[in-house]
């Protein structure tokens, strides 16, 4: 196996710490493009191969939106560089170097500004006639000339010992007597035009190699989701299908001859700030004032097991260098080994992993800022015309159209991703559909229009029956099976016979009873296949049942309840001979119920009686004739509310017992 040396950015250097300075340096076209990956997740891969001779410098020419990804990404392969280098104009370069000039012009200042920022420098200046002197300031002076405001700007300067003011629109002209001012100006405003000339930013890549050898590098950068679109011919016996997968160069080089691949899936994409200089605050520490030594003492240690002296240094590096020798030895295998590196034919797909490939079988050749369509599939398909009519949105007793559709097997050996499709039939067009991803072998239908020669029809019907009755622990179940029905009518108005595909919505937890076979079925629907002739009529009944269970606590039942399942001819005769008997129980205890409530309230109308026979005695006094009747009136009440109190108790225990029996009894059955 060719050996190879994979360096992934260990030797990105930015700066002049190790500025390579090239012999040679290799126009882009001496390392070209050569195989270009497109990803549907909105990315692509790109591989540069040729030779160079010698240490060179490439320089890749980059949108700044790119930088990032072109930095998270590059990978590179020299066989005779051992380090090479990668520099790039940084974000702030232009900020920064303008500010470390004499002259910063960041930010746009005004001519008042840059004589501020340069107090001190000797100028010239030509006006009415010429002054030389130091800069001492420049300001603006706001006046009013008549009704209206005005400023005026003025310059002073030391000259000859004096100070000499003048307003600036008197000048002619400035030149500075330093000749490093002028020389900093002007590569202060070559730098401002050219940072706003273009967007590009320029990937130096420096290889230090002495001979001629084959190079390859690569990246992955966004770029436009690819698009498959698709012609769809219905006529003959097998229908014809032809797709094109439409590709955008939207970058800053040329495919001239470049393998290309078109890969489906969702790889794990991202982008992170690299190309952005990153500045972190440190924590101000006060000054450490050096005292007296504090006096310290140490306990004894031991030597850790896995501790690295500089035996095990040298074993580590004999480790490193037998897994990555940067002398040339392998290391690892080609590191274009990616999805993107695919050779086959685009009949020849393949998966790369859970992603799927499409390579053309020629070299695609595109310029930049160019867009292209590539033949992705030819083929004839298994297909047949039907008419889809949807049951979800069909209303009931309201006349509809089907729509016009397509009903066929990908046998094209290929999965296919979504897209349009544009479909034609008898030699015109009738109309447009979209297909979603379809896997191989994979079946599918596609709606183009209404089929305005069919009508259909719907209605619907339910029934509802008692299925089981259970009582088990006190727990009344009821299994109650609904029936549901619906007829789809159709008329085929026109002169050829029609496949009509009926979409039926499935009923949550239903069970299909009639037809008891259906063509095919989703999460959601039920699919059946109905023939009609031409003019004539056509039905189909979907009947779907589905069982829904209720659970009672026959403990709350009240006795209406309990007479009411106990006549219920649906259930079965020993569930009503058991409701009977609880009825009868029920019975029972309401009756020692009603005499319990009897006796409280006879109680309570003897304790009313008595309180109203004290309030006469109190008045009337305890020692007269009619105060005795009261007292004996009174007596006689508590003899009364005591025999209630005894028939209280005895109706209290007998309910209680009752109840007992009772709930034992509605518990006990399980049937």
């Known amino acids: 196996m060719k050996s190879k040396v994979l360096l992934i950015l260990a030797g990105l250097i930015i700066g002049g710490t190790m500025n390579l300075e090239a012999n040679n340096t290799v126009k882009n076209a001496d390392v070209p493009i050569k195989k270009v990956t497109l990803y549907s997740s909105g990315v692509g891969y790109f591989e540069h191969k040729g030779t160079i001779e010698n240490a060179s410098k490439l320089t890749l020419p980059f949108e700044t939106s790119a930088l990032n990804d072109v930095l998270k990404s590059i990978i590179i392969y020299d066989p005779n560089t051992a380090l090479p280098v990668i520099n790039y104009p940084s974000e702030e370069t232009v900020k920064?170097?303008?500010?470390?000039?004499?002259?910063?012009?960041?930010?746009?200042?005004?001519?008042?500004?840059?004589?501020?920022?340069?107090?001190?420098?000797?100028?010239?200046?030509?006006?009415?006639?010429?002054?030389?002197?130091?800069?001492?300031?420049?300001?603006?002076?706001?006046?009013?000339?008549?009704?209206?405001?005005?400023?005026?700007?003025?310059?002073?300067?030391?000259?000859?010992?004096?100070?000499?003011?003048?307003?600036?629109?008197?000048?002619?002209?400035?030149?500075?007597?330093?000749?490093?001012?002028?020389?900093?100006?002007?590569?202060?405003?070559?730098?401002?035009?050219?940072?706003?000339?273009?967007?590009?930013?320029?990937?130096?890549?420096?290889?230090?190699?002495?001979?001629?050898?084959?190079?390859?590098?690569?990246?992955?950068?966004?770029?436009?989701?690819?698009?498959a679109t698709y012609r769809f011919d219905l006529a003959g016996e097998k229908p014809y299908l032809q797709g094109w997968a439409i590709v955008d160069n939207v970058g800053e080089m040329d495919w001239d001859n470049v393998e290309l691949?078109?890969?489906?899936?969702?790889?794990?994409?991202?982008?992170?700030?690299?190309?952005?200089?990153?500045?972190?605050?440190?924590?101000?520490?006060?000054?450490?004032?050096a005292g007296f030594a504090q006096a310290r003492t140490y306990e004894s240690g031991m030597v850790d097991t896995y501790y690295v002296g500089e035996d095990n240094i040298e074993m580590s590096k004999e480790v490193l260098a037998s897994e990555i020798n940067i002398n040339g030895r392998k290391m690892m295998k080609s590191p274009m080994a990616f999805a993107g590196n695919v050779h086959q034919e685009v009949t020849n797909t393949r998966n790369a992993g859970d992603m799927f490939v499409f390579t053309t079988p020629k070299p695609v050749t595109l310029e930049r800022q160019q867009s292209a369509m590539i033949p992705l599939v030819q083929t004839n398909f298994d297909a047949k015309k039907v008419s889809i009519f949807?049951?979800?949105?069909?209303?009931?007793?309201?006349?509809?159209?089907?729509?016009?559709?397509?009903?066929?097997?990908?046998?094209?050996?290929?999965?296919?991703?979504?897209?349009?499709?544009?479909?034609?039939?008898?030699?015109?067009?009738?109309?447009?559909?979209?297909?979603?991803?379809?896997p191989e072998n994979d079946?599918?239908?596609?709606?183009?229009?209404?089929?305005?020669?069919?009508?259909?029809?719907?209605?619907?019907?339910?029934?509802?029956?008692?299925?089981?009755?259970?009582?088990?622990?006190?727990?009344l179940n009821i299994s109650i099976k609904h029936v549901y029905e619906k007829v789809y009518t159709f008329k085929n108005n026109s002169t050829k016979d029609k496949n009509i595909v009926v979409e039926h919505p499935i009923m949550n937890n239903s069970k299909l009873i009639e037809p008891q076979k259906y063509m095919e079925k989703t999460g959601a629907l039920y699919r059946f296949d109905v023939k009609i002739k031409n003019g004539s009529e056509a039905k189909i009944l979907v009947k779907e049942e589905v069982v829904k269970l209720t659970s009672t606590s026959i403990a709350n039942f009240s006795k209406d309840n309990l007479v009411y399942y106990s006549t219920n001819?649906?259930?079965?005769?020993?569930?009503?001979?058991?409701?009977?008997?609880?009825?009868?129980?029920?019975?029972?205890?309401?009756?020692?119920?009603?005499?319990?409530?009897?006796?409280?309230?006879?109680?309570?109308?003897?304790?009313?009686e008595q309180d109203r026979m004290r309030r006469n005695i109190d008045t009337v006094g305890s020692t007269s004739v009619q105060g005795k009747e009261y007292i004996i009136k009174l007596i006689s009440l508590d003899k009364n509310i005591e025999n209630v109190d005894t028939k209280i108790k005895e109706t209290t225990e007998k309910l209680q017992d009752l109840r007992k029996k009772y709930n034992e009894y509605i518990k006990g059955l399980n049937g």
Do not use: C
Not at 272 to 289: G, K, V, W
Not at 447 to 464: I, K, Q
Not at 578 to 604: C, N, P, W
């Open 569 to 608: 001819k649906e259930i079965s005769p020993n569930i009503r001979e058991f409701f009977v008997k609880a009825a009868t129980m029920y019975g029972e205890m309401e009756e020692i119920q009603m005499k319990h409530k009897e006796m409280s309230d006879l109680r309570e109308n003897y304790i009313k």
């Open 443 to 475: 079946e599918r239908m596609i709606a183009y229009g209404d089929d305005l020669s069919v009508t259909g029809t719907v209605s619907a019907s339910e029934t509802a029956k008692t299925d089981t009755v259970t009582v088990v622990k006190g727990v």
């Open 96 to 227: 920064r170097t303008l500010a470390s000039l004499s002259i910063d012009l960041n930010n746009n200042p005004s001519i008042e500004e840059i004589l501020n920022s340069l107090r001190g420098a000797e100028v010239k200046i030509t006006a009415t006639r010429e002054i030389t002197g130091k800069i001492i300031g420049a300001r603006i002076k706001k006046v009013k000339i008549g009704d209206e405001a005005a400023e005026i700007s003025s310059l002073s300067i030391l000259s000859e010992g004096q100070i000499q003011t003048i307003k600036t629109d008197e000048i002619i002209s400035y030149s500075f007597t330093d000749p490093k001012i002028t020389d900093d100006m002007n590569r202060a405003l070559d730098l401002i035009l050219n940072s706003k000339n273009s967007n590009i930013k320029n990937i130096n890549i420096n290889l230090s190699g002495d001979k001629k050898r084959d190079i390859e590098f690569s990246y992955v950068i966004a770029a436009p989701v690819w698009k």
């Open 390 to 438: 949807d049951g979800r949105n069909a209303g009931y007793g309201v006349s509809s159209n089907p729509a016009l559709g397509v009903k066929f097997k990908n046998n094209s050996g290929m999965k296919l991703p979504a897209g349009p499709i544009t479909i034609y039939d008898d030699g015109t067009y009738v109309g447009d559909a979209l297909l979603e991803f379809l």
């Open 261 to 289: 691949s078109l890969v489906t899936g969702k790889p794990v994409s991202f982008i992170q700030e690299l190309y952005a200089p990153y500045h972190l605050n440190r924590p101000i520490i006060p000054l450490s004032i």
